[in-house]
């Protein structure tokens, strides 16, 4: 076996374990990001939240227009996402953990995001 075709297959296991399976081949929501494979509890809390028009956590924070700065989501006319905080159990504030959704001019919410990390990634909870 030739040099090349070793390093490459020495490889394969250093990005399963660096990706993970699902880094392979992720399943693609309707807007182009990954879907969610699974979500901590407190997300789904979360969403029960705004589906009951809340309460909310951080009423100042929640429930507020997300500007999608970042650019990670679809973009989008100014106003279409908004945010709010998913508690993470042990923290006395806010944390990393949002869910976004989008739409929702009639009531009803067209698209749903979760971050873990503050903005850096996202995947779309299909629900």
């Known amino acids: 076996m030739r040099l090349p075709a070793l390093i490459a297959l020495a490889c394969v296991p250093v990005c399963l374990v660096a990706c993970g399976p699902e880094g392979l081949a992720p399943a693609s929501g309707s807007a182009g990001v990954s879907a969610c494979g699974s979500l901590p509890d407190e997300a789904w809390d979360t969403i029960r939240a705004v589906e009951d028009g809340g309460p909310f956590p951080y009423p100042e924070h929640d429930d507020r227009r997300f500007g999608n700065y970042e650019n990670v989501l679809p973009d989008e006319d100014l106003g279409y996402y908004r945010e709010y905080t998913v508690d993470t ?30 903005y850096e990634s996202f995947c779309e909870v299909q629900y």
């Not at 989008?102 to 979760?114: F, I, M, P, T």
Request: net charge negative; proline share 3%; glycine share 24%.
């Open 89 to 118: 159990p042990g923290l006395n504030h806010r944390g990393q953990r949002r869910i976004v959704t989008g739409g929702g001019a009639d009531g009803d919410v067209d698209e749903w995001y979760y971050t873990g990390d503050h």
